[in-house]
């Protein structure tokens, strides 16, 4: 029996992302473990995996504590459980276990899959941040045997900077999305009348949405701009998500007499009826790694007004799609959100087939069979 082992800095990562990975390598005869902080305490993933370790990981690497201590325990771990495979995913824990393993010699040593959800160097980034990301990505490649990114920029830095021989680079689109429940007929459309009703909207306003967590990098600012310079009080936009920001978000709103078309829904799980309820999402983001709202929204048929970011450029590709503008530009944001208004695409977006998470599921499979095979 294969024994995989799946590392994320946090038990949300898993909760959001990877536990169709455990049910399925768990169906195929697998034992599939889960390593995270907070994992041992979510009944979903104590469900989905045979079993969950806690680490200690933080998302913030400078307040990392005792690493010597903390390498060590993965290294026991790892050894003590015999894991054929380990993937890492999410920046801090992928680096802290790959450091850790890669004193693991012989049959203790397992195979790393590192998936690297947008490196943290970009086109654009602060010149000695990306030198910094950069180094840090360059020496942890030499603890990996297998290289997965998930947008066209980090592709070609890869591979242009050798980080892993080709053959041990893919380019996979995300984790995936389950593309027969991201759909408009497996919505319930009922539900974005409600939505209306909830946000107090008359028949003739239009809304845009915004699916982000509120933090720097998502630039929510440049929608809030975007709306006043577009000057239409027939529009309005809609945060959901929370973070640091979101107060200092809430006052820029007031600031611009926005309020009454402003609305900050907070963490929502209704965001499939959210979408069909909104004439197009919104992201200025400054960089992503494969948004996965904006998946979300084309898989809906809900086009998009995106950055023209990593990450974002990938998925926007078409007319039917939406447009992109440049980052930190709100007017040119505000330009697009008018034409929307006045001019919406004529053909519904489609999402591209690739991003069925089976399609993902299989590409694994081919991935972990070719290390499964080196190891013997």
């Avoid at 942890?140 to 066209?152: E, G, P, S």
Wanted: hydrophobic letters at 45%; aromatic letters at 8%.
């Amino acid at each position: 029996m294969p024994k995989l082992l799946i590392v994320t800095t946090v038990a949300s990562t898993l909760k959001a992302f990877l536990l169709p990975y455990a049910r399925h390598f768990r169906a195929l005869g697998w034992h599939v473990d889960a390593l995270a902080r907070g994992a041992s305490s979510e009944p979903e993933c104590l469900k989905a995996f045979d079993a969950c370790h806690e680490a200690a990981f933080t998302r913030r690497p400078w307040q990392l504590k005792n690493l010597r201590a903390m390498n060590q325990s993965l290294r026991d771990l790892v050894s003590r459980e015999g894991y054929d495979i380990v993937h890492v995913h999410t920046p801090v824990a992928s680096f802290v276990t790959r450091m850790a393993l890669r004193k693991l010699k012989g049959r203790k040593r397992p195979r790393v899959v590192y998936t690297a959800h947008g490196f943290h160097f970009f086109r654009g980034g602060h010149r000695l941040k990306n030198l910094l990301y950069f180094a840090l990505e360059q020496r942890a490649a030499h603890w990996t045997d297998y290289l997965i990114v998930i947008n066209q920029e980090d592709y070609d830095a890869a591979f242009a900077h050798a980080l892993v021989p080709p053959n041990r680079l893919a380019l996979l689109p995300g984790i995936g999305l389950d593309l027969a429940l991201w759909n408009r007929t497996s919505v319930n459309a009922a539900g974005k009348n409600d939505i209306r009703q909830e946000l107090g909207l008359a028949p003739s306003d239009k809304i845009f949405l915004m699916v982000a967590e509120f933090n720097p990098g998502k630039r929510h600012r440049d929608a809030l701009e975007a709306l006043a310079i577009a000057g239409r009080k027939d529009l309005h936009l809609a945060f959901a998500g929370r973070g640091p920001l979101e107060e200092a978000v809430r006052e820029r709103a007031a600031t611009l007499g926005l309020l009454p078309q402003v609305h900050f829904l907070g963490q929502r799980s209704d965001v499939p009826a959210l979408m069909l309820a909104s004439l197009a999402t919104v992201l200025p983001s400054e960089r992503e790694g494969l948004n996965r709202s904006v998946m979300e929204s084309i898989a809906l048929g809900v086009p998009v007004l995106g950055a023209d970011a990593r990450g974002i450029r990938d998925l926007v590709t078409t007319p039917s799609r939406g447009a992109l503008f440049p980052v930190g530009k709100p007017a040119a944001l505000a330009a697009d959100m008018l034409m929307m208004a006045t001019d919406p695409p004529a053909e519904r977006p489609t999402p591209d087939p690739r991003w069925d998470v089976k399609e993902l599921l299989r590409a694994h499979e081919r991935i972990y069979s070719l290390l499964l095979k080196e190891r013997g």
